[in-house]
Every structure is written in structure tokens, then in C-alpha cells.
């Protein structure tokens, strides 16, 4: 359990350096890949997962928290959970033509919060990191479980 | 629970989002602003797309250009002051036909819309081709031009004024002294132009764009789809923001000038000291104070996250005089992500709900 807390204050640190600067313009990290492996002594285990943290821009998709596996520890990580709760922008229709109307003209629509925010095309949003990428880029290391 | 380790190495995995920058804003000092929400405006049901940016005039009544997601031509342009609502439709103009509305700017007396429109009733039936095929539709057999169509504050609409032919308009603003400014592509000449047009539609002049305000023209094929997205895609970034008696000129996405162009046409450039690596995502209407929302280049938007504090935009009070940062307002309370406008010292946001009741959001 010591251990446990120890990667989760390292990791910790390394999304609060940023969160601190969130207000005076720091980028939103998206994905971070991080490595683990075991303190000596203990089954060997070296392996990296990718982390997902919502950007502020996460419009239309409810991220819900969950836990990756990282040498069997769990980190703190994020996956889609569902469309936005305003019921028209749900429609891939509607998707469509939002993505065509806001590469000439600024529009913010209502997040899954009520909050306006500025539209982001579809496509970017597409979570596709955990069950793809990770696995095509570390080979016979086995997919970190993503749940909750 | 297995042990694991300290070994831990955090890296940005995709090239899209950059690394953390600190702004330094050490010596520029904090302010903050603490939101309360107000009750649901009655009646007002507010789509969940607006068109940025919001307008505010100096009697503190908010204006949304909102458009109804499964028509994005539907656009309504919604006032709302003092828990009370009212709506302003291109609809209402009865003596133009066909009527695309593009923008609008309101002031406490007048709201005037920026059209395309013909005068021609008649219609005639053209063969139309699309990818989804044929289709005879009705096209109107008069000319199309631009428009600014007048409504007074209660939405009665009061007429209509011609614009120069030879543009694209895309924005308007009301200047104190009656004029309009009008933002324009100007396809002879391949370049953005800003015309300040008299209260009878007669040109009365035209302010003189700086570089930083020029670039992105197309250099295609004047007529290629490619060009025409182009110049849409620069003239959407060139908008205007009410200041006292004054409106500000400036650029979405960029770090500056701003064009102070007052009542009797002067026009005085500003250069601003954005936040190290910020562009203006937003000039807010204001009526004693430059205020800049920015934001960091490839970060797409506010507050939507589960993770509240994790925003990377930032509010900053300009000095009007040398464009220096004097303040950095920091929000707590209801925080609202993306403040609207200022009206003589309070702070405006709106946000809404899955049933679509509006809630204004304000900070002293």
C-alpha cells in the first residue's frame, strides 16, 4: 500500500505541475504514457500504459474515471462513458454539420456540464488509445485493464 | 495489491498537446471573481449552440446569436436582461426575401442585423445539381446583395440600408455616431477590408487593416471552393467589440493589434503584451475595461472536463493606453469556464441544462 501511494503522489506531481499552471495558459495533456516496473525483490515487471486525462475541450463525451494497471498498481485514468446529456448534439447528423459550420464561423455549444465551450471537431475525440495504440506499441506485454 | 515501483516517467504521448508553459504573470497582480447563479430566465428555452461572440450593451443586457443544431441556417439572436428575455429573427424582416442572416451588433437602442437578402418576391424554378443528385428548386429571379437590417431594442424591425456591392460581408458594429462598420472580403483585390458605412448606406470611409489582421488570404483561384472557405475561414477571425463609445477591432487566434476606432471614424492601434505563448480567443464587451480571454495555441476549449481546474484559459484586464497586462482574473464560486462581458464592473456568464433553461451567471 506505501508503494501504491508512492506512484500515485509521483503521478500525482507530475498532473498537479500542470493543473497549477492551468489557469495562466498551460496546454491540457491529453494522454501521457508512463513506465513502471517493481522495486527489487518483487516479481520483475517493467511496463508502460497510457494515461488519459480529459482536455477542458472533451466536448460531447462524458469521461468517467477509471483505474489503468500498471505493474499491478492501479493508476487513476479516464474513459469515455457516453454522449453529452444535451440529446441534440448527440445526433452524428448534427456532428456533421456542426464540424462543417465551425471551420468558418466561432461557435461554442453546451458541454456535457451546461458550460459553453468552443466546438471541437468529432474525430479528436475518438478514445482509441487504450484498446488500440497501447497494445500495437508494447507488444507481448498485455494490455493494461482499464476499468473502474 | 502487487508493489510496484518508483520508476515512474511521465510523457506527452502525442504530438497535439504541448507542454506545460508557465505564464509569467509574477508581477501582474490577481483578481478574482466570484460567480453566484441566478434563477432560470422564464420562459427562454436556449439552444445549445450560440455563434461567439456574445454582445453585451452598456445597459448590461446579454445578446446570443444562437442557431438550432438541425438547421444551422434557423439563427435567432436571444436578449436577455434582468430575467427577462426577448428574441430578434430575420424573419421579421418583411420586405426582403430569401434573407440569409450572417451577424448582428446591438446597441441599447438599436440591433442591427447583417443579411443577404434580395428585394425580388418572384421566384423562378432552376435545376439545382448536388452529389445527392437534381432537384428543381425556386430561386428568387432579383439580385442578392448584403443588407443591414435595423430592429429597435424590443425587436420591431424599422428597415433596411444597402450595402456597397464587390464584398463578402461577414461582421457589423454600431458606432455611437449612427455609422456602421463593416467587415468585408473584398474578391477583386483578394484581401479583408473594414468599411465604415453612414446610417443611409452611403461610404463614409475605410479603416486601414494592419498585416497581422491581413494574413491568411487565399491565393487561390478567386472562385475555387478552396478560396472562397478561405476567405470565410479569415473573416470569421476579424470581429468587433463595443467600448464605451468606441468599438474595438481585432483578431481571433492572434496576439494583437487591437483597432480602437471611435464615434467620428479615428482609429487608434493598440499593440497588446499577450500572455507568453497565448492568442486572443476573445475581446469581451466591456464598458470601462479591455478585458482578453486568452488562450494557448492547440488548446480547443474550456471546462467540460470532469477535472474543473484543468482550463487553460486565462482572463487578463488590458490597459486601454499601452496594452500592457494589468490584471489576471482568476474565477471561483460557479465557475463558469467562459466569462461573456463586463457591464460596469460586473462580470456576465451564462451556462445552460439538458432541459435548455438558461442561467445567468455574474461576478462583482
Known sequence: ?148 | MRAATVLLAATLALGHWGQCQSVTSAEIPARNLKFEKGDAVPGLSISPVVVIPAQCTSDGVMYLDTLKPTDPRDRTVVAIGDKKSRSFSASGIGDLHDVTFISFFPTSSTVAFLVRATKEASTEERIVTTSEGSSVVPVSKGEYRYYIAKFDSNGNYKGYIVLPPGYAFSRIAILSSGDFLVSGYDGANATARVLRVSSNGDPAGVVALPPPMLEGAPSGLPDSPESLMASARMMSTILFTPYRDSVLLWRIGSKGPILEVSAGGGVREVSIQAPPGAVLADLLPATDRWVGHFRSPGVAADSSSPVETFNGDSYYEINPGDGGLTSRLTQSGEVPGTISCESDGTFLAFETDADHHFFLLSAR
Request: glycine content about 10%; charged content about 10%.
Open chain 1, 1 to 148: 500500500m506505501k508503494v501504491f501511494r508512492a506512484v500515485s503522489l509521483m503521478l500525482g506531481a507530475s498532473m498537479l505541475a500542470c493543473l497549477l499552471h492551468a489557469q495562466s495558459g498551460c496546454s491540457q495533456a491529453n494522454t501521457y504514457y508512463i513506465t513502471c516496473q517493481n522495486q527489487p525483490g518483487q516479481p520483475t515487471c517493467q511496463q508502460g500504459v497510457y494515461l488519459t486525462i480529459p482536455s477542458s475541450s472533451a466536448y460531447g463525451i462524458n469521461m468517467a474515471p477509471g483505474y489503468v494497471s500498471c505493474c499491478g498498481t492501479n493508476i487513476l485514468s479516464y474513459y469515455a462513458a457516453g454522449g453529452c446529456q444535451i440529446a441534440e448534439l448527440r445526433n452524428p447528423k448534427v456532428r456533421e454539420m456542426l464540424d462543417e459550420l465551425a471551420m468558418t464561423l466561432p461557435i461554442r455549444v453546451a458541454s456535457c456540464k451546461g458550460r459553453y465551450v468552443a466546438y471541437t471537431p468529432t474525430p479528436q475525440w475518438t478514445p482509441q488509445i487504450q484498446s488500440t495504440s497501447f497494445r500495437n506499441l508494447l507488444p507481448g506485454q498485455g494490455g493494461a485493464g482499464v476499468g473502474r
